[in-house]
């Protein structure tokens, strides 16, 4: 039996595919990749902390023949999807390319199960889709988005619960991701973005590292208790651990069920830069500039939908979240 995990050397699924590794030596692993976001480093580095080989696809979710052949090729069982293009600002200047690649891509790949008969999926969905709702988010909330990356998330979910309604033999988890930050504590694999940073931890972490000047905290005005944007921060393994639980767990979820991967808690912007400059040691010059168009005040789950069906819930603390980020970004100051 294998395990086909699309997106798999990118930065939530190579901390997915060390957790499964852990799990058993039956199920083999398949990672399919375009490598548009990612390097193939990151299979070295697997090999180094789980000593256990993966096999790699390169190849695009978008591309039927390629994708026809790997479920040719392999018994697969079950499919983990993260591939798909994630920067919110960038979906505005191109929206066209991330519908393409997040909504016909996960078509495609949908086509190729159906034809195959493997009807076992775990989505990467995202809060984005809460839209403005007040938190704590929970999953019986209307969903809306406000941007062109939301959209596909959100379009992604209606296809796959019109196709579970359609077809009772699939099961469908779709986790709706809160602020996914943290790496792997051996400091070999991490978050690894293209460019300058969108998030607030690559960010943080770059300007630690020396490689960014000075960070911009968008907005101190917010009605929160220091004034900065409050997020759900998740350790990236405790997230991996999530989908773990999720695979587990399909059998009991008849049809597609949207499940909330957070913690909980809401941590503000200067929280993270405070325990940052302690945890590191260095010092993180920072600038209040105007609020970031799009960005909400307050965004924490509702994580216990999770535990009920899941038997899961964040253990990690932020103490730990950024001690790891640290290890991976000053172990590897210029990524892979
Ligand atoms: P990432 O960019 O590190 O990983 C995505 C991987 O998919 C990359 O390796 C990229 O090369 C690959 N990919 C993209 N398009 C592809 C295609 N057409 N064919 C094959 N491979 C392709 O991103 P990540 O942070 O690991 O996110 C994984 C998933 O989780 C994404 O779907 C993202 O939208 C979702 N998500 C991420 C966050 C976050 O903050 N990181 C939050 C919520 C949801
Ligand atoms: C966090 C906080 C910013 C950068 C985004 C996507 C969401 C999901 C996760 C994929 C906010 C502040 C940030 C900076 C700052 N991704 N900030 N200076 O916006 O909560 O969520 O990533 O699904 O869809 O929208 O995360 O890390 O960008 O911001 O002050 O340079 O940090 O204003 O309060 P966000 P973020």
Same mark, same amino acid.
């Given at each position: 039996?294998?395990?086909?995990?699309?997106?798999?050397?990118?930065?939530?699924?190579?901390?997915?595919?060390?957790?499964?590794?852990?799990?058993?030596?039956?199920?083999?692993?398949?990672? %399919?990749?375009?490598?548009?976001?990612?390097?193939?480093?990151?299979?070295?580095?697997?090999?180094?902390?789980?000593?256990?080989?993966?096999?790699?696809?390169?190849?695009?979710?978008?591309?039927?023949?390629?994708?026809?052949?790997?479920?040719?090729?392999?018994?697969?069982?079950?499919?983990?999807?993260?591939a798909?293009?994630?920067?919110?600002?960038?979906?505005?200047?191109?929206?066209?390319?991330?519908?393409?690649?997040?909504?016909?891509?996960?078509?495609?790949?949908?086509?190729?199960?159906?034809?195959?008969?493997?009807?076992?999926?775990?989505?990467?969905?995202?809060?984005?889709?809460?839209?403005?709702? /007040?938190?704590?988010?929970?999953?019986?909330?209307?969903?809306s988005?406000?941007?062109?990356?939301?959209?596909?998330?959100?379009?992604i979910?209606?296809?796959?619960?019109?196709?579970?309604?359609s077809d009772?033999?699939?099961?469908?988890a779709?986790?709706?991701?809160?602020?996914?930050?943290?790496?792997h504590?051996?400091?070999?694999?991490? /978050?690894?973005?293209?460019?300058?940073?969108?998030?607030?931890?690559?960010? %943080?972490?770059?300007?630690?590292?020396?490689?960014?000047?000075?960070?911009?905290?968008?907005?101190?005005?917010?009605?929160?208790?220091?004034?900065?944007?409050?997020?759900?921060?998740?350790?990236?393994?405790?997230?991996?651990?999530?989908?773990?639980?999720?695979?587990?767990?399909?059998?009991?979820?008849?049809?597609?069920?949207a499940?909330?991967?957070?913690?909980?808690?809401?941590?503000?912007?200067?929280?993270? %830069?405070?325990?940052?400059? /302690?945890?590191?040691?260095?010092?993180?010059?920072?600038?209040?500039?105007?609020?970031?168009?799009?960005?909400?005040?307050?965004?924490?789950?509702?994580?216990?939908?999770?535990?009920e069906?899941?038997?899961?819930?964040?253990?990690?603390d932020?103490?730990?979240?950024?001690?790891?980020?640290?290890r991976?970004?000053?172990q590897?100051?210029?990524?892979?």
């Amino acid at each position: 039996m294998s395990l086909l995990i699309t997106g798999g050397t990118g930065y939530i699924g190579s901390h997915t595919v060390v957790e499964l590794q852990a799990l058993t030596d039956e199920q083999d692993i398949v990672i %399919v990749d375009n490598l548009s976001n990612s390097s193939t480093k990151v299979l070295d580095r697997l090999i180094q902390i789980t000593g256990k080989k993966v096999t790699f696809v390169k190849a695009d979710i978008c591309d039927y023949e390629a994708m026809n052949a790997i479920f040719e090729q392999h018994k697969i069982d079950a499919v983990i999807h993260f591939a798909g293009y994630k920067a919110v600002g960038e979906s505005s200047e191109k929206p066209l390319s991330y519908y393409y690649n997040n909504v016909s891509g996960t078509v495609m790949l949908l086509k190729v199960m159906a034809e195959h008969k493997v009807k076992k999926l775990v989505f990467s969905s995202s809060a984005t889709v809460y839209g403005d709702n /007040e938190s704590p988010l929970n999953e019986s909330m209307a969903t809306s988005a406000t941007n062109p990356y939301g959209q596909t998330k959100l379009m992604i979910e209606h296809i796959l619960f019109d196709l579970a309604k359609s077809d009772s033999n699939w099961s469908i988890a779709c986790l709706r991701y809160f602020n996914p930050i943290g790496a792997h504590s051996s400091g070999l694999i991490g /978050e690894n973005p293209n460019g300058v940073p969108n998030n607030l931890l690559p960010y %943080v972490s770059q300007v630690a590292v020396g490689r960014l000047a000075q960070l911009q905290v968008f907005g101190d005005d917010y009605d929160t208790a220091d004034g900065t944007g409050v997020r759900d921060y998740i350790h990236v393994v405790d997230l991996a651990k999530g989908h773990v639980k999720a695979l587990q767990n399909l059998g009991k979820i008849s049809g597609c069920k949207a499940i909330n991967l957070g913690t909980g808690n809401g941590t503000s912007v200067l929280e993270i %830069v405070n325990t940052f400059k /302690e945890i590191s040691g260095q010092n993180i010059p920072y600038k209040i500039v105007p609020r970031r168009a799009g960005d909400l005040a307050t965004v924490f789950a509702d994580a216990s939908l999770a535990y009920e069906l899941l038997n899961w819930q964040a253990t990690r603390d932020l103490h730990t979240m950024i001690a790891d980020t640290w290890r991976w970004q000053s172990q590897n100051p210029q990524g892979f």
